[in-house]
């Protein structure tokens, strides 16, 4: 019988992330803000998650993608604590949200933000008062106080300023999706969880929140973490792309080798005349990504970073 050495596991199927040539240079624990390590989902007999693995960057900007019912939202879900895993590890900023206790839990909760699909706003509540909720719960000052914080993140995220009193029945689908933003930015976070934030909006009103979003990542410094289909903004203002596939995380690396890689489904993703157009027609991010590119040059043959699964001994992703 064949035993299985300790240090290796033995592959049945390609290695869609593997790249033994050239490793990605080192990056210490402490960049690390989420590290999810074997997470397993299931629902009764579906299996939805087996021994994911998934570390996250301090200060970039991550888009989870994948096909319908690769459990992206549940992913989310799980780093945020709506959904306990059935297996594995969530740490997110240095605390392990499966062991921790409720205080621990809570007060992580209060350095992250998340925005919803259609920033899933109280329908009843002005937009003044729907981003003050969240320091109401977890921080209450006095009220003028709480006023002008809130009021700081509508100007902070492009709202004009008699937005603070409308509904929001009475706003654009785009200035919902920044008036969610505003209400995740209440705390002032380190981490901001975006589902799906450009979805149903138009070209113009999508490429400003991807403006947005890289703006607020220069200038307060944030990690973002976002679900999302659209390849413009993936291209526009995405550090890395992680693949979901297969179960678990198959690929992370930049837009440009992840579009390279060979595994089916992302061909089907990026190679169609969606993706090739949304490549070739988005300039280049910033200066950041240009400097990672130069430190980390594409080698012949590479399209993806080497991911933990694919090297049980590596420790970086």
């Known amino acids: 019988m064949m035993r299985e050495d300790s240090s290796a596991k033995i592959r ?11 490793p990605s240079p080192p990056v210490s624990a402490a960049e690390f803000v989420i590290d999810v390590t074997g997470l397993s989902n299931r629902f009764g007999a579906q299996v939805v998650h087996e021994k994911l693995d998934l570390k996250i960057r301090r200060g ?30 969530v740490n997110v900023l240095g605390v392990d949200m499966l062991q921790a206790d409720s205080a621990a839990q809570a007060k992580v909760a209060r350095r992250w933000g998340v925005m919803f699909q259609d920033g899933a706003l109280f329908s009843t509540l002005t937009v003044l008062e729907n981003i003050q909720l969240p320091i109401i719960e977890h921080q209450p000052l006095p009220l003028p106080l709480m006023r002008a914080i809130a009021s700081l993140k509508i100007a902070l995220v492009g709202l004009s300023a008699d937005a603070a009193n409308k509904l929001p029945s009475q706003l654009s689908g785009g200035m919902r999706k920044r008036a969610g933003v505003a209400r995740a930015l209440a705390l002032d976070p380190e981490i901001l969880f975006l589902d ?6 138009d070209p113009i009103g999508a490429a400003e929140l991807d403006s947005l979003l890289v703006t607020l990542k220069r200038s307060l410094g944030l990690t ?14 995405c550090d890395r792309v992680a693949v979901l596939a297969d179960k678990r995380v198959i690929a992370i690396d930049t837009p440009e080798r992840i579009a390279a890689n060979s595994h089916p489904w992302i061909q089907a993703c990026f190679g169609g005349p969606r993706g090739r157009n949304a490549a070739s027609a988005t300039p280049k991010r910033d200066s950041e990504l240009a400097a990672a590119s130069t430190d980390n040059p594409p080698q012949k043959n590479q399209t993806s970073e080497p991911n933990q699964q694919a090297s049980p001994t590596s420790k970086e992703q």
């Open 196 to 201: 799906e934030p450009s979805s149903g909006l």
């Open 224 to 237: 973002v973490v976002m679900i999302t289909h659209d390849l413009d903004s993936i291209f526009t203002c």
């Open 12 to 22: 049945t199927e390609p290695n869609w992330s593997a790249s033994a040539q050239s």
């Open 60 to 89: 970039e900007v991550l888009a989870i993608i994948g096909g319908s019912g690769s459990g992206k939202s549940l992913l989310l879900r799980s780093m945020i604590g709506l959904h306990k895993p059935g297996g594995g590890q």
